[in-house]
């Protein structure tokens, strides 16, 4: 489906945010923060673009959404879905840290899918009046049907400027084979593998021991689903460039209240100096983000207070 055509399923509202219709579903952008600990703070460096499907105005899990897609129609739903984050990353976003948008590999089978994707962002980018130097790329977890054509995919992508993040990262032999295949510039590490291993010693030793071998190489590491502050602690100590976690802050539907959030450029983007326009009133979201303290914790035990 061409930009053109995804036009149609677009709606846009009247705090100058877009939403997506598909069927019976609206489909809304969720922006979830990504910290970077800079000079000794934690500020924004990044958002990742999350889908909320709502019907009859009531929130839809994503999972229950896709999971009812026929097959046919996940390009175009993905494609619809990268859009509205775009458009609303434009509209209400601070203008310095980087994007991060989805890629499911399943969908991508030849060359002629991927080069209509790029041709369709590169449309969506100018209208969104978004630098495309900050978008990263983050390929999903789900498996490609023809790694070959994953990897055209992901040299076109990277070709054309774009960053590539590898998703899920928990250190198995096929993650291993991907980040071989791939190079990423950014991997983000599976939140259930990392929180099993900073449970002992030795297992923190490990997590530390791979954001080393990934930081020699020139790749960036995020940790994500960081939810207590014991983990924010580990995740700073281990060497991890950035965090991203419900402990930090939730998603948001756009418009968003991150504005207000201390920011930095991603490493690789230069600062742009167009301002935000001026907020619109911010839509209901999952929860407002907190100020964090950080909680000690010895492997596996809160330490008493």
Known sequence: MSYRSILAHIIREENGTSSGVWGPFVLKSAFQPIFAFHEGRLSIA???GLIRPHRDG???SPGAFFSALQSIDRLAVETLSRTLHLLNAGACLPRQPAIFVNF?????LDRSIANAALVDMKHVLSDAGVDPRRIVCEVTEQKSKSQEALSTFVGILRGNGFRIAVDDYGAEDSDIERIKSLKPEIVKFDAHWI???MESGPGFGLLSAMVAIFAERGITTVFE???ENWQLELAEKSGAAMVQGYVLARPEIAP???????????PGVTPTSRRLPPPAAAAPRES???AV?????????????
């Open 225 to 227: 689903g960081i939810e």
């Open 256 to 266: 968003t209240s991150f504005a207000a959030f201390p920011t930095v450029p991603f």
């Open 293 to 305: 303290r950080l909680v000690p914790k010895t492997f596996g035990r809160r330490l008493a207070p």
């Open 104 to 108: 499911d590999p399943s969908v991508f």
């Open 288 to 290: 407002a983000p907190r």
């Open 195 to 197: 929180t099993r291993l």
């Open 46 to 48: 990044a958002f990742e």
């Open 58 to 60: 009531q929130p839809v």
